[in-house]
Nanobody, 119 residues
């Protein structure tokens, strides 16, 4: 199971770090990622970390968000800087396989955490 936490209300330009804790099994061999879903919109890809080093970011967050993972703690983190009102969404962590053709097959979804950015 995956459980996201750390969401909250932040002003535009601020920072927030959200976490995803895994339990029940190890996710060391999975590509871990984050998706988000804004009100009235479809869920969209944000970022994935492949193994411990390879990362792929959505263009909308590149340069502002940083993903990291701690396999010893079975956890994944998303540091979000320079937040914008359009970053407001429920953020979901995911575990799966990211393929070279930019297809991310998600095997496990976590419960989301709400991030609200005020203008």
């Amino acid at each position: 199971q995956l459980q996201a936490s750390g969401g909250g209300l932040v002003q535009a330009g601020g920072s927030l770090r959200i976490s995803c804790a895994a339990s029940g099994r190890t996710f060391d061999n999975y590509d871990m990622g984050w998706f988000r879903q804004a009100p009235g919109k479809e869920r969209e890809f944000v970022v994935v970390i492949r193994g411990n080093t390879g990362t792929v970011y959505a263009a909308s967050v590149k340069g502002r968000f940083t993903i990291s993972r701690d396999n010893a703690k079975n956890a994944v983190y998303l540091q979000m800087n320079g937040l914008k009102p359009e970053d407001t969404a429920v953020y979901y962590c995911a575990a799966g396989t990211y393929y070279s053709n930019d297809y991310y097959r998600v095997n496990y979804w976590g419960k989301g955490t709400l991030v609200t950015v005020s203008s």
